[in-house]
């Protein structure tokens, strides 16, 4: 209660200095809420990811990398700077934190990541009206993140369904279901790398496309974490 608690506080603070959500609403209450809502989430989505030894700090590795080039390709290049700084922290981290790992990341590490990772699609301008055919560039976070929240709703909802409080940890993350189904843990979390990277790799494509490619993209994102999820159901068992 009092970290979610502080959470929201530091989202609020956020949001109070100009790190705003709007998603083409001008409404500020609806814009406070969707910004701490989603810090929040992010936050907590990367913190549950820290599960096994180079899980988060690979998958936050990949998520920067793919914020900083599409942040890149549209010349913002401070957002690119920003997210490349937190890249190279995480890519000399990680080395001794695959692994057998020798440093772990901790409540603060993994909430840093987070934050950061909500933060950085929060201050870069993904649909400009003037190159984008669509709005669904706004999607473009989404896909980037959608490993460690897809993972967090999960992981939740299976929880609230056994009767479990949310917070309480357990095996039931993607990562542990893997190793059910027989592969070592370093191979479990390689894997779980690979699945982020294509996911976000189709996000630039929002930026520039049609309606029809667009829908593409989604629709194959949605067939990828539909694989994820049966992969999650065979190792669950």
Same mark, same amino acid.
């Given at each position: 209660?009092?970290?979610l608690l502080g959470q929201f506080l530091i989202a609020a603070l956020g949001w109070a200095a100009g790190i705003r959500i709007t998603l083409f609403i001008?409404?500020?209450?609806?814009?406070?809420?969707?910004?701490?809502?989603?810090?929040?989430?992010?936050?907590?989505?990367?913190?549950?990811?820290?599960?096994?030894? +180079?899980?988060?700090?690979?998958?936050?590795?990949v998520c920067a990398l793919l914020f900083a080039f599409i942040a890149g390709v549209q010349q913002q290049y401070f957002v690119c700077a920003l997210a490349?700084?937190?890249?190279?922290?995480?890519?000399?981290?990680? @080395?001794?934190?695959?692994?057998?790992?020798?440093?772990?990341? +901790?409540?603060?590490?993994?909430?840093?990541? +987070?934050?950061?990772?909500?933060?950085?699609?929060?201050?870069?301008?993904?649909?400009?009206?003037?190159?984008?055919?669509?709005?669904? @560039?706004?999607?473009?976070?989404?896909?980037?993140?959608?490993?460690?929240?897809?993972?967090?709703?999960?992981?939740?909802?299976?929880?609230?369904?056994? +009767?479990?409080?949310?917070?309480?940890?357990?095996?039931?993350?993607?990562?542990?279901?893997?190793?059910?189904?027989?592969? @070592?843990?370093?191979?479990?979390?390689?894997?779980?790398?690979?699945?982020?990277?294509?996911?976000?790799?189709?996000?630039?494509?929002?930026?520039?496309?049609?309606?029809?490619?667009?829908?593409?993209?989604?629709v194959q994102a949605i067939c990828i974490l539909a694989t994820v999820t049966l992969l999650e159901r065979l190792g669950g068992k």
């Open positions: 209660g009092p970290k001008p409404n500020a209450f609806v814009s406070f809420l969707l910004t701490t809502v989603w810090i929040v989430a992010v936050t907590n989505a990367l913190n549950y990811l820290d599960n096994m030894d +180079g899980l988060c700090a690979g998958v936050g590795l490349l700084a937190l890249a190279g922290a995480l890519l000399g981290f990680l @080395p001794h934190n695959f692994k057998p790992a020798t440093i772990f990341l +901790g409540a603060a590490g993994s909430h840093f990541i +987070g934050y950061m990772l909500a933060v950085l699609p929060i201050i870069t301008t993904f649909y400009r009206e003037e190159t984008a055919p669509t709005h669904l @560039p706004v999607l473009i976070p989404l896909l980037v993140l959608a490993v460690p929240l897809f993972d967090m709703a999960l992981v939740s909802w299976q929880r609230l369904r056994r +009767g479990q409080g949310i917070a309480v940890g357990d095996t039931s993350h993607i990562s542990h279901r893997l190793v059910r189904l027989g592969l @070592p843990d370093s191979w479990a979390v390689t894997l779980i790398y690979l699945i982020t990277l294509p996911l976000g790799l189709g996000a630039p494509v929002l930026l520039w496309s049609t309606m029809t490619a667009a829908l593409v993209v989604i």
